[in-house]
């Protein structure tokens, strides 16, 4: 129910932002406020999820994500974007880092992977619904489109807010969380894997405001088509992460990890190379499908590292790494996209993957040796 915006606002934002004259930089900045939320936020609610517990913090940001969508449906310059998409971003803080603490409250290790995939799979499913839904309104009230989408998306989410308050009960006990008030140092073993998370969400973050922008000048495609090229990624983030939180559980996490990251990377390189609408769009699918693997490996492997009375400041902390990137990454997308070229986020994207999975694999094989 919360997820419905999701694939809509990917598609809607940037192009929104740049029809009301935001200039690269700027459309960066969007993203930046949007990823600096989660680098302020995250690690306050990793402590209060130790503390408090999770099921006040998983209302908190049902509450917040029908702020954000009410404030979407009424914002009509650049600047009361900026607003809506901050809120967003501090509900979007709350819910991803409570979520995780959730699953790894109820998982063991070996089934922690997929029930990580789990939850993606069913935010994409309800992303697509939402997405049905927004396009189909921009196919029948193009210039209403935007109220009417999120409109519709503030309503479901005032009735999640109902339902959370009536249904999700607390996953942490008391006594975890009397020891939840222990002294907590992250493992200084797994600082590289920090680095690690700090720089995919770096190289995904210089990419994500701008490959559709880009997509719609070199394909000269409107939204609608685009739409539909990017239903294949919708289709596996709906269908393929349950099975790769599987294939988490069958390899060693820096294994996993690192195929991941080296997928991206490739695939994310070849975009510039690649010519037609089907190519392009199968390189994006494979980035996305890898970007899935790190993603759900990275969260197994810190419900390991953590146990259940530390969950939420180690998933606190490695959201800390990873929102210092994305904060980051959308300004250097800006640049790079502006004064470079625009494949140039490409290439530096996909050396920065490639980058750090040979980072990850050298320091598993010297662990091993």
């Not at 959730?102 to 799979?121: E, F, S, V």
């Not at 990873?322 to 290439?347: C, M, Q, R, S």
Request: hydrophobic share 55%; aromatic share 14%; proline share 4%.
């Amino acid at each position: 129910m919360i997820s419905m915006p999701m694939v809509f606002i990917t598609f809607a934002l940037p192009l929104r932002a740049e029809d009301l004259g935001a200039s690269g930089l700027e459309i960066g900045a969007l993203y930046s406020i949007f990823t600096a939320s989660l680098f302020v936020i995250r690690p306050i609610v990793g402590f209060g999820l130790d503390r408090f517990g999770r099921r006040v913090f998983f209302i908190v940001a049902m509450a917040l994500y029908f702020s954000a969508n009410a404030l979407y449906a009424f914002s009509s310059t650049v600047e009361t974007l900026y607003i809506a998409r901050l809120v967003q971003g501090f509900g979007f803080s709350v819910l991803s880092i409570t979520t995780d603490a959730i699953t790894a409250d109820l998982t063991k290790p070996d089934g922690r992977g997929a029930a990580m995939g789990g939850n993606i799979a069913s935010q994409t499913r309800g992303g697509m619904l939402g997405a049905f839904i927004g396009f189909g309104l921009v196919g029948a009230l193009p210039l209403h489109a935007w109220f009417y989408s999120f409109s519709t998306f503030a309503i479901v989410a005032l009735l999640a807010v109902v339902f959370a308050y009536r249904a999700i009960p607390e996953t942490l006990s008391g006594d975890t969380r009397i020891r939840a008030g222990s002294d907590f140092r992250f493992p200084a073993k797994h600082y590289r894997l920090l680095f690690v998370v700090f720089l995919a969400a770096f190289a995904g973050a210089v990419i994500q405001p701008y490959y559709l922008i880009y997509l719609r000048g070199r394909l000269d495609l409107e939204l609608a088509a685009l739409a539909f090229a990017f239903l294949p990624v919708g289709i596996a983030y709906a269908v393929m992460p349950v099975w790769l939180g599987g294939v988490t559980n069958r390899f060693r996490r820096p294994v996993a990890m690192s195929v991941g990251l080296a997928a991206a990377g490739f695939l994310y390189l070849s975009v510039p190379h690649v010519n037609g609408f089907i190519w392009i769009i199968a390189a994006f699918t494979g980035a996305s499908v890898g970007s899935v693997l790190v993603d759900l490996t990275k969260n197994a492997w810190l419900a390991d590292i953590s146990g259940p009375h530390a969950a939420g400041r180690t998933f606190g902390i490695a959201a800390l790494a990873a929102g210092a990137g994305a904060t980051l990454g959308p300004i250097a997308g800006g640049v790079l996209y502006d004064g470079w070229g625009k494949e140039t986020i490409f290439y530096a994207a996909g050396f920065i993957l490639l980058g750090a999975m040979s980072l990850l694999f050298l320091s598993d094989q010297k662990n091993n040796t």
